[in-house]
Nanobody, 116 residues
């Protein structure tokens, strides 16, 4: 059974940092594009960052220079290092895995709350 499990969310003050982790199980994800998305209350889910199997990265403009996505294929894990957090970063953060053959998988989400 394929699963993505996020961890590392929590409550932090503005300007602080958090590191999210997403560990995949059920098969190897080394060939997948992995990503982080977020959904704030009353808003649509939006892309935060992605990393391809070749480690190319892409970021939403709102997080460029503050967030860093990385992956460890040996651990089947993708990370999101979040620095200089702002109240507008408050959301449920979801891990995503995609490849053309298997399709898309989502984690259950982890809450990130940034207080002002």
């Amino acid at each position: 059974q394929v699963q993505l499990v996020e961890s590392g969310g929590g409550l932090v003050q503005a300007g602080g940092s958090l590191r999210l982790s997403c560990t995949a199980s059920g098969r190897s994800f080394s060939g997948d594009t992995m990503g982080w998305y977020r959904q704030a209350p009353g808003k649509q889910r939006e892309l935060v960052a992605t990393v391809t199997s070749g480690s190319s990265t892409n970021y939403a403009d709102s997080v460029k220079g503050r967030f860093t996505i990385s992956r460890d294929n040996a651990k089947n894990t993708v990370y999101l290092e979040m620095n200089s957090l702002k109240p507008e970063d408050t959301a449920v953060y979801y891990c995503n895995a995609w490849n053309a053959r298997a399709g898309t998988y989502w984690g259950q989400g982890t809450q990130v709350t940034v207080s002002s």
